[in-house]
């Protein structure tokens, strides 16, 4: 992993600090922050950070950078949503980055946004408009747009945002680099400056989607001061299938896109065969109806409740545009807002129907990448736009992995999303590690039980179907110790049965390990077919795990194969 990333912690810490204050200088991007620590205190807990894994303390993140937008709050440092009159000075941390720092995480300081995390451009900002790290004649894309720029110019390691219509993944496909937008909940939005509370979600840019993933995995979990936060469920997906189903949108739902965007989807769709993923157009104009409700319908009123109060004072740093949105939700009914959530669950019901089958959507991230000038000639009709293809995401509890696809014909960065149902994020995850390349995927949700196969359900064998239905993780395979012995026995399909003899009484006995959730396990458990069982089984490794087994009389009675010592090995010799 190269210098300045995400895990390399061999790097010192006071020295990464150095480096990153050096780059802030020679960018010159000072539209980036709205406060940026000093050098000297960032230093210092550098140095209290490297004296900690001297003395041997362990830290996932030791000495990674961040940068915090700043509607999230860091104890000590302002939090203003990018208007000057609303600033305060918050006592306590937001959980999300309060789990950052004790793993060993590091805050530059708090960037700039769309005030109140009100658009996609990263224009509405009386800190100035945030330009785009490669063209700086380009929008950053917004509201997240100072951190996800802090990434891209190589400042900071990780860029902490939010997403409420897209905040999250449209700078990261203006930028070429990684947003992870998760499930809703599950990272907290406690300390967050709400837009629209109930469909806010906390976001991390990088520039690899390891570096992404394992600060997202730090800032996952529940939280009591979060009321709307939320843990992984107990059938929670923990892969995707080796052969994936991609749903991919039909041409006439492309139509919002600029020429060069839609030559390069067409590319990355085209690409999508080389990960071994089969594709088939859906009609997504369900979604791209609902995506309307969270500007042009009644829900916007949620973002008059957080701060439409405020607005009304009349504040010298007020955007106009900003202004303008927020006030005319002042006008809402009640009775609109609730037939938009009827709406609203409709189309939810919809898009779990259009999606069944699939593992996952591609789609493009947004539309085009326009100047700053262009969008201040028309700053609703642009960012109304750009926001086609996000804007449904967490109005219908959907979760989003935005990665770079195949670049435009002159070479400008595209962005694609693997979006997927609620709390199927590790499945956009790993179909995003294909996308890329990357022949293994970082782990975002690390639970589960883990289940020793030897038979029908290894990989390739008839059965295995049910362990992808159940999204089972495939670990690496393994061996017993050598107190089992392995039978063939008599079944539909054929199956072996492994059985515990004794220490020295057998043999190592060749299998796999996955990772299953623990309803999955409990699906396992209860459809299992008379004379298999599960048991615990010793690896060869010191491990203990839950595995396959049979009963002592089937075993007895079934053709002893224990010196073959693999399943496979069996069906070779008998075939």
């Known amino acids: 992993m190269p210098a300045g ?112 995390a009100t658009g ?77 509370a109930d469909y806010d979600a906390v976001t991390v840019f990088a520039t690899d989607l390891d570096s992404a993933v394992s600060a997202a995995a730090v800032m996952a979990g529940p939280e009591p001061r979060d009321p709307r936060s939320r843990t992984w469920p107990a059938d929670v997906r923990l892969a995707a299938p080796l052969a994936p189903r991609i749903a991919v949108p039909r041409p006439e739902d492309l139509t919002a896109l600029g020429e060069p965007y839609r030559e390069a989807f067409a590319r990355t769709v085209a690409g999508v065969a080389e990960i071994g993923a089969k594709t088939g157009e859906i009609d997504i104009s369900v979604l791209i109806d609902a995506a309307l409700l969270l500007y042009d319908g009644a829900l916007v009123a949620e973002r008059h409740a957080a701060v439409g109060a405020f607005l009304d004072t009349a504040p010298a740093g007020a955007d106009p545009t900003v202004t303008a949105i927020i006030g005319a939700a002042r006008e809402k009914t009640g009775t609109a807002f609730a037939a938009d959530l009827e709406r609203l669950a409709r189309a939810k019901a919809a898009a779990a129907g259009l999606l069944h089958g699939f593992d996952a959507l591609l789609l493009p991230t947004t539309t085009e990448h326009p100047s700053i000038a262009a969008v201040r000639a028309d700053p609703i009709g642009i960012n109304r736009r750009m926001g086609t293809y996000t804007n449904f995401c967490n109005l219908l509890d959907m979760a989003a992995v935005a990665v770079p696809g195949a670049s435009t014909a002159d070479g400008a960065p595209f962005g694609v999303m693997l979006v997927t149902p609620a709390f199927a994020d590790q499945v956009a995850v790993d179909l995003a590690a294909r996308l890329l390349g990357s022949e293994s995927s970082p782990l975002l949700v690390d639970r589960g039980v883990d289940l020793a196969v030897f038979g029908a359900h290894l990989r390739g064998q008839p059965l295995h179907f049910q362990l992808e239905q159940l999204g089972a993780r495939f670990l690496g395979e393994i061996r017993t110790t050598d107190a089992y012995r392995l039978t063939a026995l008599d079944t539909t399909p054929p199956k072996p049965g492994l059985v515990r003899h004794g220490p020295g009484r057998g043999a190592p006995i060749e299998g796999e390990l996955f990772r299953v959730s623990a309803a999955g396990l409990g699906a396992f458990l209860a459809e299992l077919p008379a004379p298999m069982a599960l048991t615990s089984i010793e690896l060869a490794d010191g491990r203990e795990v839950v595995g396959f087994t049979c009963t002592y009389d089937a075993a007895s009675a079934a053709t002893d194969i224990t010196h073959l010592a693999s399943w496979r090995t069996y069906l070779q010799r008998r075939s």
């Open 120 to 196: 996609l451009v990263g224009t509405r900002s009386p800190y100035g408009a945030v330009r785009n790290a490669r063209y700086p004649e380009l929008v950053a894309g917004g509201s997240s747009s100072g951190s996800a720029a802090a990434v891209a110019l190589g400042i900071a390691d990780i860029g902490i945002g939010t997403d409420t219509a897209g905040s999250g993944r449209v700078p990261a496909a203006l930028h070429g680099i990684v947003g992870i937008k998760p499930t809703l909940g599950v990272i907290p939005a406690h300390g967050t400056v709400p837009a629209c």
């Open 5 to 116: 990333v995400l895990g390399n912690t061999a790097a010192d810490p006071v020295d990464r600090v150095a480096a990153a204050y050096r780059r802030i200088a020679e960018v010159d991007r000072p539209e980036v922050w709205i406060t940026l620590r000093p050098e000297s205190e960032v230093a210092a807990e550098a140095a209290t950070l490297a004296r900690r894994l001297a003395a041997g303390e362990s830290l996932p993140l030791a000495g990674v950078l961040v940068a915090v937008k700043d509607n999230i709050d860091v104890a000590g440092l302002p939090t203003t949503a990018a208007c000057p009159e609303f600033a305060y000075l918050p006592e306590v941390t937001a959980a999300a980055i309060e789990r950052l720092l004790a793993a060993g995480a590091l805050v530059l300081g708090k960037t700039n946004l769309d005030q109140f």
